[in-house]
């Protein structure tokens, strides 16, 4: 049966932003509840190998989750797996409601809503979602096994992707519309020594094509941005890794956004554009957009929120 909840803090997302402000919120005996959304534990659930989160050399991104997840547990943050579908910051308590038909009453919400990965926007890109069209090579690159596959995009995400899907694919194709990638140096190093992976610069993906009954890609075209020559690259699958966008659908239209939908925040704080409402993680964030950044941001948004709420008490 639906229910109301209330509490002092609820805390939007369960990512390194949400969990770490659960595990500040909990020792603050704010007594938080926080909401996983759609995707518990977030963007590096996605991932694999993580190698720059201080105290861990390597850790797996899905591991490293699930720790932060007990983490916030252990000091007291109520986790609910529920997603927030409506969110009314008018007037305080704030009122959340949820998939499921609960609804959230609360004195302060940190919003760690975190990004969503970019998609270019093609027909035929959408025609092959989920079949053979992917944005997450963790979740979907086993199927390519033997396979000649091609990853879109010159970003970290791309060049991570492209390495790990050399563990399942015969072939690996980057397709990078400049001739010069933005991932990091250590990682365009193992790009340029791994004989399974072609790196087609100046080029852009122009169509998806692959056959209809079953559902599924034989191949792609691509253009060269200078040439406007197409070339025809058969494959079975297509990753996009071309970035992320801020997933501010919630609150675009009542929290001061900008530069595509970041959460505007106070400089030097979590402080959004309504008093009592915090942002963190990559859902604010358009410069860095790591998991120990948005850790940082989710500390400073249940600090914020603390000190918002004992004001209030005066
Ligand atoms: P996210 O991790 O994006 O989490 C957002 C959370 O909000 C999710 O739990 C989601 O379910 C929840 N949510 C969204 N909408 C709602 C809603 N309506 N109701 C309730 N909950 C909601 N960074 C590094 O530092 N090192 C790396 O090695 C690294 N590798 C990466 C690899 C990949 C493939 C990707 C995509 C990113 C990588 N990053 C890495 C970046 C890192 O994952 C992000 O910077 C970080 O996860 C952002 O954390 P966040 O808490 O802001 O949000
Ligand atoms: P990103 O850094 O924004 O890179 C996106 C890439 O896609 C860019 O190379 C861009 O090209 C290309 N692109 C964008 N739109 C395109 C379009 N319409 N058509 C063709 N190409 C397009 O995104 P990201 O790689 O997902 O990384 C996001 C953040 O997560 C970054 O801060 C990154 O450091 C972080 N991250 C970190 C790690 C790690 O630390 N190991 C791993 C993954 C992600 P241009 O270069 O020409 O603009």
């Known amino acids: 049966m639906a229910e109301t909840r209330h509490t002092k803090v609820l805390i939007i997302g369960s990512g390194p932003a949400g969990y770490t402000a659960g595990v500040y919120a909990s020792r603050a005996m704010l007594e938080p509840i926080l909401v996983q959304g759609i995707e518990p534990g977030g963007q ?53 409601k949820g998939d499921s038909g609960n609804t959230y009453t609360a004195d302060a919400v940190i919003l760690a809503t975190g990004a969503r990965a970019k998609w270019l926007g093609m027909e035929s890109e959408e025609k092959f979602k989920g079949f053979g069209v992917s944005a997450c090579a963790t979740c979907d690159g086993f ?44 990682l365009q190093n193992r790009l ?38 197409i070339t025809d690259i058969p494959c079975k699958g297509v990753f996009i890794a071309i970035g992320h966008a801020p997933a501010s659908e919630l609150v675009k239209d009542t929290l ?32 860095y957009r790591q998991a120990v950044t948005s850790a940082g941001m989710g500390c400073m948004a249940a600090l914020d929120a603390e000190r918002f709420l004992a004001e209030q008490d005066d």
């Open 192 to 229: 340029e020594k791994n004989p399974k992976i072609e790196t087609l610069w100046f080029n852009q993906l122009d169509e998806v094509y692959g056959t209809d009954a079953p559902l599924g890609v034989e191949g792609v075209k691509v253009k060269n941005v200078k040439t406007g020559e």
């Open 256 to 287: 001061d956004t900008h530069m595509g939908g970041y959460v505007v925040t106070k400089p030097g704080t979590t402080q959004t554009s309504v008093p009592g409402v915090f942002a963190a993680g990559d859902l604010t964030d358009h410069i």
């Open 44 to 96: 590096l659930t996605t991932t694999t190998e993580v190698e720059n989160y201080p105290g861990f050399t390597e850790v797996q991104g899905p591991d490293l989750m699930i720790k932060m997840q007990e983490h916030a547990q252990a000091m007291g943050c109520e986790i609910i797996g529920d997603i927030i579908t409506d969110l009314d910051l008018s007037k305080r308590p704030f009122t959340a």
């Open 143 to 186: 199927f390519y096994r033997s396979q000649e596959i091609v990853v879109v995009g010159g970003g970290n995400t791309a060049v991570e992707e492209a390495l790990f899907l050399t563990n399942f694919a015969s072939k690996v194709t980057l397709i990078h519309r400049r001739d010069e990638l933005r991932a990091e140096k250590i």
